[in-house]
């Protein structure tokens, strides 16, 4: 199994997920044409792609999937609420899932859960081959026993750090902004996801990813500063998710 991001953040979100013969997409935030640029880079045909699974209907993790999948006919993947939200319109295969219910893809295994999000039904998911397993958490404002639970033991994690809280505080959103950003359905900072790794199983992690980083509330050395001090390890050893950048291939072995 292994996994990339063509990019991660406000302005845009998608990543790829793929195990034998199957490549799924999670989320895509970016135009039909930037998503065919940031696929090109990394060696991806669009037409490869099997499915499409949406973590919820913000604009930045669905505005490019009606697109991409009218174009290559790709079967899309929501919660009843992400479905009906009017988010996602025209799509030629909606498949509707319970995000308290496991189900497959070709040779990726998958389990949906719900987080805390200000959205109308919103997920997140960790994938598996069958021997590893994938985590990924972004979007959510707080932490829950659940969410814990499924990550415990995990062998890959791409966690979400949204922001700093001091940057948050002195930065120049509105207040009602922030009080958003910051709450319990808003988005994870860099203490919450370090203390999410301390509650956790973490012996077998062989990749940790910051994601979803704020370009104007954090910065990648604060959200690396932080994991590392949970995982006693070199802060180069947290890898990011980069808005323009993306990441690379890594491998579940």
Known sequence: MRFCALGSGSRGNAMLIEAGRTRLMLDNG??????????????VDAASIA?????????????GVGALARKYGLAVYATQGTYTSGRLDELPDARLIN??????????QIQPFPVPHDAREPCQFVFSDGKRRLGI??????????????LSGIDALVLECNHDKAML???????????????DYGHLNNEQAALLLQSINTSSLQHIVAAHISEKHNTQALAQHSLSAALHCPREWIAIADQHRGLDWRDVN
Not at 30 to 43: N, Q, Y
Not at 57 to 62: I, L, R, T, V
Not at 138 to 150: K, N, Q, V, W
Request: glycine content about 10%; aromatic content about 6%; charged content about 25%.
């Open 137 to 150: 958490l972004t979007d959510t404002g707080s932490s829950t026993a659940h969410i814990e639970d499924l």
């Open 169 to 183: 505080a002195r930065g120049d959103y509105p207040y009602h902004v922030k009080l958003r950003v910051a709450g």
């Open 51 to 63: 499915g499409i699974l949406v973590t919820h209907e913000h604009s930045d993790h669905c505005n």
């Open 30 to 43: 970016f135009s039909l044409r930037e998503t065919e640029k940031r696929l090109g880079l990394l060696g």
């Open 99 to 108: 995000s308290h219910q496991d189900f497959s893809v070709g040779d990726l």
